[in-house]
């Protein structure tokens, strides 16, 4: 069985997104094709050779390439959940927040376009890795802000 085999409890997305320990490389597919599919109609509606067209498809080019990225960061994530080492320390824990920093920026494209009929509500940033992470968190804050970040408190 594939690391990206829905099949498999273990590896199967979550019904409702709360973690980015939740991403599954199931996720980013959709996305990915929304994205292209909205970037391309701003960057098809540009008049050719204008700066606002290079712009345009330049963001859609690099957030396919992004999508990538992610996808190949979720193929690696399923092999740490299937092995049971999602606390191992390293390179583990940078997999961990490099999913959630990186599905941030896709969603908050995304956002862009949430009037769009096929948006999925799935597609928001998600604040913590796991139920530890936001426990932790939110203890060592006492509630507190730790400052501006993008739209929200830094997690």
């Not at 050779?49 to 960061?73: E, H, K, N």
């Not at 320390?89 to 997999?95: A, D, E, K, M, V």
């Amino acid at each position: 069985m594939s690391p990206a085999d829905p099949a498999s409890g273990l590896l199967a997305p979550a019904a409702v997104l709360e973690f980015s320990d939740d991403l599954r490389y199931a996720d980013v597919e959709p996305l990915r094709d929304f994205l292209a599919a909205r970037l391309g109609e701003i960057a098809d509606a540009t008049e050719e050779g204008t700066d606002a067209q290079f712009t345009a498809t330049r963001l859609r080019d690099i957030t396919s390439d992004d999508c990538v990225s992610l996808a190949d960061q979720l193929s690696e994530w399923e092999q740490v959940v299937e092995a049971g080492q999602v606390r191992r320390p390293g390179r583990t824990q940078t997999l961990r927040q490099n999913l959630g920093r990186d599905w941030r920026k896709l969603t908050v494209t995304a956002s862009r376009f949430r009037d769009h009929a096929d948006f999925n509500p799935r597609w928001r940033p998600l604040r913590y890795s796991c139920v530890e992470h936001a426990e932790f968190v939110e203890q060592a804050m006492h509630g507190r802000s730790s400052g501006s970040y993008e739209d929200g408190p830094h997690p």
